[in-house]
């Protein structure tokens, strides 16, 4: 404009192209603790179909499963990538994190998955098999099912348990809690009437 020494700058965002734009999860399989941060950076990479990394692209992270995430680049840096600080939800198990590039009208969004693993254990518990009736010297018709939990309420696999009958036996004095924290027990009575 005449008599005017301004200039207006005028930005705008180029999306990449969906079906020329690859996204995806770099590094190991993720694991980690229940209710703590995944060891390492979680870690994407943007290219296109050719190879081509592309950079200052926009990268959203959200937890879906719990827990957190801490953006650490809010942006692909030169070699197409963007990393984020995860940090695993309350409960054990299969956990997503999802990765929206680019505009999320244009482009689906990228699931993370990360296996999360019990904290240390916390509790022991019958689950079942108590108060139950039986003939002396016979093995009780149900399994006594105990559970060792951790803080937050989650089983605890492979935990070796010490077990000892005052009256009567068990058949495994030394068994492993299985992959939900349980351990089954079989009872046998002792020789003698009354409670045991």
Do not use: C
Not at 79 to 88: D, H, M, S
Not at 125 to 137: E, F, T
Request: glycine fraction near 10%; charged fraction near 20%; avoid cysteine.
């Amino acid at each position: 404009v005449a008599m005017l020494d301004s200039t207006i700058i005028v930005p705008a965002e180029a999306d990449p192209v969906p079906r020329n734009t690859k996204v995806e999860a770099t590094g190991e399989a993720l694991t980690g603790r229940v209710d703590a941060a995944v060891e390492a950076p979680v870690t994407v990479r943007v290219t296109d179909s050719t190879g081509a990394a592309l950079a200052d692209v926009p990268v959203v992270w959200t937890a879906v499963d719990g827990g957190g995430v801490e953006a650490l680049d809010a942006r692909t840096d030169s070699v197409g990538e963007a990393r984020a600080r995860w940090t695993l939800g309350p409960r054990a198990g299969r956990q997503r994190l999802r990765v929206q590039v680019g505009n999320p009208r244009t482009i689906a969004p990228l699931t993370v998955v990360a296996r999360a693993f019990a904290a240390k254990p916390a509790t022991l518990a019958v689950l079942s098999g108590g108060n139950q009736s039986g003939p002396a010297g016979a093995v009780l018709p149900k399994s006594v099912v105990v559970a060792v939990r951790d803080a937050l309420g989650n089983g605890v696999p492979a935990v070796p348990l010490t077990v000892a009958a005052a009256q009567g036996s068990v058949a495994d004095s030394a068994p492993l809690t299985d992959s939900a924290g349980r351990a089954m027990l079989r009872w046998t009575l002792g020789r003698s009437a009354g409670p045991q």
